[in-house]
């Protein structure tokens, strides 16, 4: 597998055709793998080590099925959280395990492509956990800077994304028939790594976002982690 340059294939999972029962057991299958692989964890340290109020507003984006979320809000009290998604079956799922684990979140179905959808300089803490890799780069460029506009000055950009490398793509072969028998998380956790950003791709698409000063550093496994703080 030539893992040299980015492979963007359209993913099973976004098809919005896809059946919903489908598409509830690879949410599942998904979340499974992102407390296997600790996706919250250093998004949860970048944000507790940020000196934000304790009423902070959060926005979580493209929340998927809310699983890092729902972490992250366990770890980080007094916070008023916002999620957005563009699937009504993700949508749907983020509101039931805030409902079950007591957490208020206020969920909004929203393409977070779409100029001016994010808000301007509402947010505290933005956040994002591995999405930019569904995207051409042009998008992504214009998911940062619309993350980047919903800031209120001195908030934070956090976004957690997987790194495309040969070790990355042996740990997603093995681990996601390890805990799912999701055909979808089969196939779209291996399309997941091709597609992702290397460390360089990822500092070029940060400084051309205009995010100036972004630190981003490398954490296990085999993901990358990007923080600004809104001057």
């Known amino acids: 597998m030539r893992l040299d340059r980015r492979e963007l294939v359209g993913e099973l999972m ?11 057991q690879a949410l599942r299958g998904l979340a499974r793998l992102n407390r296997l692989s600790n996706a919250s964890g250093p998004i949860v340290r970048a944000i507790s080590a940020h000196d934000s109020r304790r009423d902070a507003t959060l926005l979580d984006v493209a929340s998927g099925s809310g699983d890092v979320l729902m972490h992250v809000l366990r770890s980080v009290p007094d916070v008023c959280a916002h999620a957005c998604d563009i699937s009504p079956v993700a949508c749907h799922r983020i509101e039931s395990r805030a409902a079950s684990a ?21 947010y505290d803490v933005v956040m994002n956990a591995l999405f930019l890799h569904h995207l051409e780069r042009d998008d992504a460029l214009r ?38 028998r999701s055909g979808v998380v089969h196939t779209d956790a291996l399309l997941s790594v091709r597609a992702a950003f290397s460390m360089e791709e990822a500092r070029s ?23 600004w703080v809104k001057s």
Do not use: C, K
């Open 102 to 122: 007591g957490l208020p979140v206020r969920v909004v179905e929203v393409d977070a492509l779409s100029p001016g959808s994010l808000g301007d300089g509402a």
């Open 205 to 227: 698409l940060a400084a051309d976002a205009g995010l100036v000063g972004a630190v981003l550093r490398r954490v296990w496994p085999e993901r990358f982690l990007l923080t």
């Open 14 to 24: 976004d098809d919005p055709a896809l059946d919903a029962r489908e598409h509830e």
């Open 143 to 180: 998911l940062l800077r619309s993350m980047r506009e919903a800031l209120a000055p001195g908030g934070l950009l956090v976004i957690s994304d997987l790194l495309r490398t040969r070790l990355n793509y042996a740990m997603a072969l093995a681990a996601s028939r390890l805990v799912t």
